[in-house]
């Protein structure tokens, strides 16, 4: 899960994971993979606040312009159209509340749910997966850094006999130049040179020998440290595999284009806006507000008698004495429209016929019975016998 160099290092030699102590990133990488739930953790946490952000400021700006536009004169389908806006404002910050919600109730305790049950820890040693990996590239890579050592140690004896030698044939040929030295000292610096060059040559054996030894061990320090490495490689593929799929789930509950209600909003909202229609909405202000609208031009009217009070107690009193009653009633005419104040108080529209059954009291009422069968008292001067 770290992050792949862009270039290869100046030395690959000395970094090479076969190299003594260099499986550390392979060991640190556990840690580093551990730290790195906690930063997507981190990541989308801080994203769902965006989006509930978000969600509370479309609100906010719903909220204020709809009381705008609802003391705003406007009318009609435009009006309809303008509020649809907010409407689908509403439905847009509950999709992103509901966002913000996700990320971090389902794929944050997810992330977490599954960072806690990956990475077991071992007490007082970090996490288990690095301590094992540690001690078992450690034990693997033992004895071969032993033999490396020995390795080094042939290869510097061997150098530094060379050097003795190159030195001693510099010093056998100043000595066959120099005319002015006996034959017995060139003797000797011949002598001190073959001495350096058989000690070069046991020095290169031993090298070789040494370097057959580190050979022929090679295979199985690399299938010993493979097997390691595979382990901890295969532990890695699962949390790539988990974090991708993490990452499939946190990008389909960003993924607005492909949500259904989304679009469900924006064509709704598309389909408000087509339905303007200007005609409509200038038939309406005309009706409304213009010349279509309904106008009690000048006439005759008529005049209206005025109804006297018919006062409670005395009615009440009336009512107790008794009047005449007729019998099978008169036929009466409603000459104008009349709307009972009481309950005992007919109502009858002008033009209306009824009967009535009782003759006008001393305060000019009477008694009558509707068509429906409703009985109450009602105006005399309202009425007409019918002929």
């Not at 994971?17 to 060991?27: E, R």
């Not at 997507?40 to 906010?60: H, N």
């Not at 004895?143 to 080094?152: C, I």
Request: glycine share 4%; proline share 4%; net charge positive.
């Amino acid at each position: 899960m770290a992050s792949l160099p862009k270039d290869p290092p100046e030395d690959t030699t000395k970094q090479s994971f076969w190299m003594p102590g260099n499986y550390a990133g392979t060991v640190h990488r556990t840690q580093q993979s551990y730290q790195v739930c906690n930063d997507i953790m981190a990541c989308f946490t801080e994203r769902a606040k965006v989006e509930k952000q978000y969600a509370q400021q479309l609100s906010q700006w719903s909220n204020k312009w709809k009381s705008m536009v609802d003391s705003r004169r406007l009318y009609g389908s435009l009006m309809t159209a303008w509020q649809s806006f907010f409407t689908s404002t509403e439905r847009l910050a509950a999709l992103h509340s509901s966002i913000s919600q996700s990320l971090t109730r389902d794929e944050g305790e997810r992330v977490k749910t599954w960072q806690r049950e990956s990475f077991p820890k071992k007490l007082f040693c970090g996490f288990r997966e690095s301590h094992n990996n540690k001690t078992n590239f450690s034990r693997t890579q033992k004895p071969w850094k032993q033999k490396l050592t020995k390795l080094e140690k042939a290869r510097l004896m061997y150098h530094k006999s060379c050097q003795k030698e190159l030195s001693a044939v510099d010093k056998e040929k100043q000595a066959s130049d120099n005319p002015d030295l006996s034959p017995e000292k060139k003797q000797k610096v011949t002598e001190a040179r073959e001495i350096a060059t058989e000690a070069k040559e046991k020095a290169r054996e031993r090298y070789e020998k040494t370097l057959e030894d580190v050979t022929s061990y090679t295979p199985r320090y690399m299938e010993e440290m493979e097997a390691i490495f595979e382990q901890s490689q295969e532990e890695e593929r699962k949390r790539i595999s988990f974090l991708k799929q993490a990452f499939l789930s946190i990008h389909r509950h960003l993924d607005i284009t492909n949500n259904e209600d989304m679009k469900a909003v924006y064509n709704e909202l598309h389909q408000t806006l087509m339905s303007i229609n200007e005609m409509e909405d200038l038939k309406w202000w005309r009706n409304n507000h213009g010349p279509g609208m309904l106008t009690n031009w000048p006439k005759i009217e008529e005049w209206v008698p005025p109804v006297k009070k018919l006062k409670r107690k005395k009615r009440e009193q009336k009512g107790k004495e008794g009047r005449p009653v007729m019998i099978g009633g008169v036929k009466v005419r409603a000459l104008y429209d009349y709307v009972g104040e009481e309950g005992d108080e007919l109502s009858f529209k002008a033009g209306e016929e009824f009967l009535k059954v009782e003759e006008e009291d001393d305060q000019g009422w009477c008694r009558g019975v509707l068509s429906g069968g409703k009985e109450g008292f009602y105006p005399a001067n309202y009425v007409e016998l019918v002929e």
